[in-house]
């Protein structure tokens, strides 16, 4: 039995060799945990549900799909198909490792083997000498590097003979894949990825290292949400890689991912404290006034154009360019001097590619609190960000329409169109203030 999770595809899927091994049919199964939907904004859901009919579709209508609570239905699946072992791509995630142990303890006498995970490589396999898990990124990337991976996993449809969900019958019942009505930015799902994939390496990844910080530009892969749910594996992706500076800058990005996913492994209580337990001290504001900024801050209110327009590109796409989240994440923290969490909470509830790891170990990286931490004394400068990456304003003007027809939109200095906000704080007042309330805790 074959238990899809983050892995919605088919090709280079070691879970899959290692299901179809001898001479058996596999189920192939998908559990919506209603867990995962309370947790999940309406386009992640989208996302997974549209994943999902194409995996079906590309298994010719054989994958059992059911609701409820795996550790239930796993074993239920398991008993009426009288599976020896159930197959899955290993979770690392702090969810996904209570869930595993169990359905694993659930399921009695039938093995759970997990085989693979979505990574390069996996949490824990890459260690200082002494076995301690890195904290830095740059060492770890060089040891990552040396670690290596495997090559692609040769798996396809027709790497395994599939039960027919139809002629499954005693388990649990089937059910149809759910549809929220959003129509994603990105189609979704394995087809899509490998597409996607490959035109972003014919047309993309030479200019990557030069292009990939301008928002204004289509010079990014768009690739977050299919590793997100293990549409493609980064070493289908890793395979296409040369040893140019565009291809080994996006190796560094893949590497990024693979690091985020090791801490948050080793220290799970990251997901949503302080790394750095240090900036448990932190002064941060929480009070009435604060509300009235993180709404401001949501709907792209903020009266800093560069803020806005990426504020308004995740409300209306459920993405937002990566350097436009540590501009926007370094404003909510140290302008607006506002917890962390409250920022990661409404990325993950808004973003397509919303991933545990990455999502709030990038937050942390902007408040200065997490590995790799930009010190406290870096803050970013909104104007100074704007005009440097979007110099010549036409993502701002993409996102903030009421900047249209404005020549500088990243000096407006009292000449604000009508109906655009004025700044609802003064930069230099509140990087003064960020870093005496970062000095106070030493």
Not at 57 to 70: A, E, Y
Not at 114 to 131: E, Q, W
Not at 173 to 188: F, M, N, R, S, V
Request: proline content about 7%; overall charge negative.
């Amino acid at each position: 039995m074959l238990w899809f999770r983050r892995d919605l595809r088919l090709a280079d899927l070691p879970a899959l060799l290692a299901a179809s091994e001898g001479d058996g049919e596999v189920l192939a199964c998908y559990v919506l945990d209603p867990r995962l939907k309370s947790s999940s904004g309406p386009r992640r859901l989208q996302y997974l549900y549209d994943a999902l009919r194409d995996l079906r579709d590309n298994l010719d209508g054989r994958l059992l799909v059911t609701h409820g609570h795996p550790v239930q239905r796993i074993p239920l699946l398991a008993k009426a198909v009288g599976a020896t072992s159930v197959h899955v791509s290993e979770d690392f995630t702090p969810f996904g490792r209570r869930r595993d142990d169990q359905v694993r303890d659930a399921l009695g006498g039938v093995e759970l083997v997990a085989t693979g995970s979505p990574y390069l490589v996996s949490p824990g396999r890459v260690t200082k000498a002494d076995g301690t898990p890195y904290k830095v990124f740059t060492p770890f990337f060089a040891a990552w590097r040396t670690h290596g991976w495997r090559p692609p996993a040769g798996s396809g449809p027709a790497s395994a003979r599939w039960i027919d969900p139809d002629d499954v019958t005693g388990g649990p019942a089937a059910a149809d894949i759910p549809d929220t009505g959003l129509q994603l930015e990105l189609p979704a799902g394995e087809t899509a990825a490998l597409r996607a994939w490959t035109r972003f390496t014919r047309d993309g990844l030479a200019d990557y290292d030069e292009d990939r910080n301008r928002p204004d530009l289509a010079a990014t892969s768009r690739m977050s949400a299919h590793l997100k749910f293990g549409a493609i594996h980064p070493r289908t992706m890793a395979a296409d890689l040369g040893r140019g500076e565009g291809a080994q800058a996006y190796l560094r990005e893949l590497a990024f991912r693979d690091f985020y996913a090791s801490v948050l492994a080793e220290w799970p209580d990251s997901a949503w404290w302080n790394w750095n337990t240090a900036f448990d001290a932190i002064e941060v504001d929480d009070d009435g006034d604060a509300q009235k900024s993180f709404a401001a801050w949501k709907q792209g209110r903020t009266g800093f154009p560069i803020v806005d327009a990426g504020m308004r590109q995740l409300a209306e796409t459920g993405f937002m360019h990566n350097r436009v989240r540590m501009i926007t994440a370094s404003f909510l923290v140290k302008d607006l001097h506002l917890p962390w969490q409250w920022g990661a909470r409404w990325f993950l509830e808004q973003l397509v590619d919303g991933d545990i790891a990455n999502n709030q170990h990038g937050w942390q990286w902007a408040a200065g609190c997490g590995t790799d931490a930009a010190p406290y004394f870096r803050v970013f400068n909104p104007s100074t960000q704007g005009k440097k990456f979007d110099p010549s304003g036409d993502y701002v003007r993409r996102w903030v329409p009421e900047l249209a027809d404005v020549d500088d939109v990243h000096k407006l200095d009292g000449d604000r169109p009508d109906g655009y906000p004025e700044p609802i704080v003064d930069h230099g007042q509140e990087r003064a203030e960020a870093l005496r309330r970062y000095r106070a805790i030493g």
